[in-house]
């Protein structure tokens, strides 16, 4: 066996795994997904809102969380990280109006979302402290469809579903789509105590164990992802609620979104890297979180080397046999070159990508939305043989970021 069929096949068996890992999950589960434990105690919550410069933003994301059905949230504490617009003003302006509503400036800006997540804690006083971004829009019902999970005491964190609010732009849509899959995908590892990460639009902690690890790594630029690791670390459960709805704004330009991606994957190597004494050995963070973050990221890196190398290799020579045969004045190809025998890599290829769909189309079923129309089979294709073509070049481009010490926010 070469050394190129043998890439080939460990490639296939371990997108194989996984994909079959999680059809399986979905298959044993599939009537649990949008389950809602009953609340059996009323935690009191405050809710802490990061905001820099979301001047257009902060007053809806406010009076989204007033809208709030949960009867113990106490207290929306927003906190301005030193914004150079209009925001603090905004900000102070609806806490004059809700007596539930506090408005807290940070002594300096923090120059990330942790830092004024941290700051934003030391306000807190109740059994439960959630967090949410400047831009997030969360459903009425979305607080309460996550409280439940708490009634299990070793439950550190609850996450919701995240979804694309504006869908106008081909870049917000494809957005749309793959942010069902990461939840759906994010469901499914609840079922296994897998989930890695927190989201920023919605996300509850209980305050004793939140305080217990510290808060928020101010040093890590996906703050979301490392505290999820860090409760996992310590024993702790983290749970996702799909019944719980989020919209949040996504970037509408490739130049705002190669930006963003690039610094959640530098963010998702610090964290590796802090955590990389663990991988295969301490509990689900070594033995399932770590394998499978680190996994992920070499099929979608070795799966564009092996592309690249198929591509240049092909031209390579079709250059030379095209060269060769106008100097020898022979024919390129003849009758008897043609091998119409299936090429069992070929066949895996195909499989894979049948897997992929299949999967995609279950994502898209269970998260469908009655506000938005379905996705356009025209915006799906993109997504798939487009828009996921792209992230290994991102996973390129965020290693090196990282080792030449990225740490913009």
Excluded at 26 to 33: A, F, M
Excluded at 247 to 257: A, R
């Amino acid at each position: 066996m070469d050394i190129l069929t043998f890439i080939y096949l460990s490639y296939t068996f371990i997108t194989f795994y996984f994909l079959f890992l999680l059809i399986l999950i979905y298959v044993q589960n599939r009537n649990r997904l949008y389950e809602i434990p009953e609340i059996k105690k009323e935690f009191s919550l405050s809710i802490v809102v990061p905001c820099f410069n979301e001047e257009e933003s902060i007053e809806e994301t406010i009076k989204t969380l007033l809208k709030s059905d949960y009867k113990s949230l106490k207290k929306i504490i927003v906190v301005d990280d030193c914004s150079t617009d209009n925001s603090y003003e905004i900000i102070k302006k609806c806490a004059s109006k809700y007596e539930n509503v506090l408005a807290v400036q940070t002594p300096k800006n923090t120059g990330n979302a942790a830092g004024a997540k941290n700051y934003g804690a030391k306000f807190v006083g109740t059994e439960l402290i959630g967090f949410s971004d400047a831009d997030s829009s969360p459903k009425e019902n979305a607080i309460s469809n996550m409280i439940g999970f708490f009634n299990d005491d070793n439950v550190a964190a609850v996450t919701s579903k995240v979804l694309v609010k504006k869908r106008k732009k081909l870049i917000e849509k494809l957005q749309a789509i793959e942010y069902k899959i990461i939840a759906f995908t994010r469901k499914l590892l609840n079922f296994v105590d897998g989930i890695y990460v927190t989201n920023g639009p919605l996300s509850i902690y209980r305050k004793s164990f939140y305080d217990k690890i510290g808060g928020f790594d101010v040093k890590n630029l996906t703050e979301d992802i490392e505290i999820t690791w860090h409760f996992v670390a310590e024993g702790y459960k983290v749970c996702m609620g799909l019944s719980a709805s989020v919209y949040t704004i996504v970037p509408d330009n490739l130049k705002d979104w190669f930006r963003q991606r690039v610094r959640w994957n530098v963010g998702g190597v610090q964290t590796i890297m802090k955590y990389k004494s663990a991988f295969l050995k301490k509990g689900m963070l070594g033995k399932f979180i770590l394998p499978f973050f680190v996994f992920g990221w070499l099929l979608g890196i070795l799966g564009l080397i092996v592309l690249s190398y198929r591509i240049i290799t092909r031209l390579i020579f079709q250059y030379f046999s095209t060269t060769y045969s106008v100097q020898a004045q022979a024919a390129i190809i003849t009758f008897g070159d043609i091998n119409l025998t299936p090429n069992i890599l070929i066949f895996f290829g195909i499989f894979t990508l049948f897997l992929s769909i299949s999967f995609t189309a279950i994502s898209l079923f269970h998260l469908r939305e009655k506000e938005f129309r379905r996705h356009g089979l025209f915006t799906i294709f993109a997504y798939m043989f487009f828009y996921l073509l792209v992230y290994p070049i991102i996973l390129i481009t965020s290693f090196y970021k990282y080792l030449k010490g990225y740490s913009k926010w």
